[in-house]
């Protein structure tokens, strides 16, 4: 079974810093982009970031650009997204995803749906003193 768990969220103060994980089972991840996505309470999905499937080419959201990175290792099978300089408008549920087509220029998912293959339950960042 294809499947895709995240961790590491939590609860931390404006300023800090996060790391999240994505952890693939039942298949390779050096095979597929990754993308990272957030949601809060009645707002948008956003694409955060995403990777390509062998981490040369990476794109961001323009609100987490500077701050936000996103990795591979797919000799561990996982992914990550670290989070420097937290502050609460970055408050949501956090999900990996499998995506289609991760560019520069193009953060897959958000325009076509259809673009996200499947991604994880998330996890909860909440950022606030």
């Known amino acids: 079974q294809y499947q895709v768990a995240e961790s590491g969220g939590g609860l931390v103060q404006p300023g800090g810093s996060l790391r999240l994980s994505c952890a693939a089972s039942?298949?390779?991840?050096?095979?597929?982009?990754v993308g990272w996505f957030r949601q809060a309470p009645g707002k948008e999905r956003e694409g955060v970031a995403c990777?390509?499937?062998?981490?040369?080419?990476?794109n961001y959201g323009d609100s987490v650009k500077g701050r936000f990175t996103i990795s591979k290792d797919n000799e561990k099978n996982m992914a990550y997204l670290q989070m420097n300089s937290l502050h609460p408008g970055d408050t949501a549920e956090y999900h990996c995803a499998i995506v289609l087509g991760c560019r520069p220029s193009y953060m897959p998912g958000i325009s076509d749906v259809s673009e996200i293959v499947f991604w994880g339950q998330g996890t909860q960042v909440t950022v606030s003193s």
């Open positions: 990777i390509n499937e062998v981490g040369d080419t990476i």
């Open positions: 039942g298949f390779k991840l050096d095979t597929y982009d």
